[in-house]
């Protein structure tokens, strides 16, 4: 950054001196002939002063525009480069400053002129970029942040078409100057910036070809592990971790070796297509889980543990601080030295690490990616083997404190989830937007027919199911059918209560159990037709009063008794003229008796 960022703020102070060749630097303005004769410099130093004495208005530089003379397109650039000659004098003016308004408030101008239709929507882009590379870093995260409010503004198709390359480059300029160490904050709000105003689809943040970060190499002490045996192969520690646990095992630094070598595999999964490589990994995963499942870890935040501490009197302030700073942090990155094995092992934060690392690698290794070569396919034997030492490692998951079975669920989920993301890439990341079709596109596919509409059409109606067809095409309107007059009826008692008349003659000797009436719903229907027609199912208030089936069953076999008889009496009127067949109380009482049950039972 050092010779080529002075060189840069010397020239910009140099174009102070009103040298008008020097204005190259920034940009050359293509216009006519005719406007040079016209005065483009005139204008332009017009245009300077507008800008300068508009105070962010931009309705005074409006009218100064269209009162010049000369084409659109020429105008649009000659107030281009007043926007930067305003720009250049800003720089030099308050080069040191730590204000920005100047800045902010001379692209929200342009801004405005731009949705005016006054100069190019590129403008606001150069600008920033300009600015952006002659300040200092303070001052450029100061500018970001105008950058980062006016989001919306940048997403609107006439910026976002015109000037997402020239934000793109603006933003990784800036990420080339700043330190990743120094600048953490900044790189990870400029990189947040991208992720909103780019689409998920955007090309230029995808690894399309699916290469590996083989520049993130793990360092750790590999002398110990390659020479077999060293002077110290064996330390002896005694770690109170977390002011709950004495550890008094032997460091074991084969451990060590195999568990940081895994990193190599983790940094590029495709070594494990190589037999030899194959096996190497397969040994150093198996030992990893081997001394995981040894070393049981407990929740420190269980009432055991605090008994245990309480009963100790030692270590509680160190614990519930321990505990904080716990759940408080959490790093990325761990150390790799050889004296922390003991208490990395004993870490649910490194444990969860490892065994995630391990699922997602043998994710990969199972996938259907696309840029895999044909020779990168595990056999059967592997894929066996996969799947064992999966299990092993949901298994070591769900036993890690804290919330060990939630922690495992959510990771079954999560990778669930990536299957979709590696068929989504596998297509070519395609875009989430769907296209907007034109009219004559559109007439290529039917319209979609509604339910009223083929009701309107037609008199029948295929609802799908035949027996649903048949009902609803037996009357076209709903509302004449439901109103008919034929819905409106009441059964003939004598007919409907046949069965259960028969059933509830004790004579028949029919079990409670298989009578007609425990049907719910016939039930139901007896009670709705005996109080209409028969006066037995209004019984004394003072009767106690009786089960359901229990009560119909005795009004049944009471409206069953008045009907009968009208059974048998029936074919007397036939033998009998109508002129004689009166007869008085006295001489027929039992005619007189049959006769009035009938005009009951009919309503009359």
Known sequence: MGKGWWSRALDA??????????HVHWRTIDISPGMAKAGSLELREHFVNSIKRCNGNAEQLQTLFVEADGTEGDKKSILEQAFRDVLRDLIVVSLDAVDVTPYTSLVQLSIDSAQAGICLHTVPFILLGDALDFVTINVCEKIFEFVESRVSTWTQPAFYSSGKILLLRMCNDLLRRLSSALNTVFCGRIQLFLARLFPLSEKSALNL????????????????????????????????????????????????????????????????????????????????????????????????????????????????????????????????????????????????????????????????????????????????????????????????????????????????????WIIWKNDGCPSFEKQILNRSEMERYPAKQHLGDTLRSSHKCDLGNRELSRLWNLCPNNMAACSSTSR?????????????????????????????????????????????????????????????????????????????????????????????????????????????????????
């Open 209 to 420: 070809m699916s290469h590996f970060n083989v520049d993130n190499v793990t360092t750790y002490n590999k002398s110990i592990g390659a020479g077999g045996e060293a002077s110290d192969a064996q330390q002896k520690m005694e770690v109170d971790a977390d002011g709950g646990y004495e550890l008094g095992a032997l460091i074991d630094y084969n451990l060590y070796y195999k568990l940081w070598t895994l990193q190599d595999f983790f940094r590029q999964p495709t070594q494990c297509y190589m037999p030899e490589q194959w096996k190497t990994f397969t040994a150093s995963v198996q030992d990893v889980l081997q001394a995981f499942s040894s070393y049981k870890l407990e929740d420190v935040g269980s009432h055991s543990s605090r008994k245990r501490k309480r009963e100790r009197g030692r270590g509680t302030e160190a614990h519930v601080g321990a505990t904080q700073y716990s759940d408080s942090h959490y790093f990325a990155k761990f150390l790799t030295s050889e004296k922390l094995m003991n208490l990395q092992l004993m870490d649910s934060h490194f444990r969860r690490h490892i065994l995630i690392q391990f699922l997602v690698l043998f994710q990969y290794l199972q996938g259907d990616v696309k840029f895999k070569s044909p020779t990168q396919v595990v056999t059967d034997v592997q894929s066996a083997s996969i799947k064992e030492l999966t299990e092993q490692v949901y298994k070591l998951l769900a036993e890690t404190p804290p919330n060990g079975a939630e922690f495992t669920e959510y990771t079954k989920q999560l990778l669930r989830r990536e299957e979709n």
């Open 13 to 22: 102070v140099s174009l102070c001196s009103g040298d008008e060749e020097r």
């Open 488 to 604: 409106m009826f009441v059964p003939d008692p004598e007919k409907f209560l046949q069965e259960a008349i028969e059933q509830a003659d004790p004579e028949a000797r029919i079990e409670a159990e298989y009578k007609a009436l425990n049907n719910a719903n016939f039930a139901w229907q007896c009670l709705r037709l005996l109080s209409l027609r028969s006066p037995h199912f209004f019984q004394n208030t003072t009767a106690q009063i009786r089960p359901l089936p229990e009560y119909l069953d005795h009004v049944v076999l009471q409206t069953g008794k008045e009907l009968q008889p009208s059974v048998t009496a029936a074919p007397a009127p036939a033998s009998t003229p109508a002129s004689t067949a009166v007869p008085t109380p006295a001489s027929t009482p039992a005619s007189t008796a049959a006769s009035t049950p009938v005009s009951t039972a009919n309503g009359t």
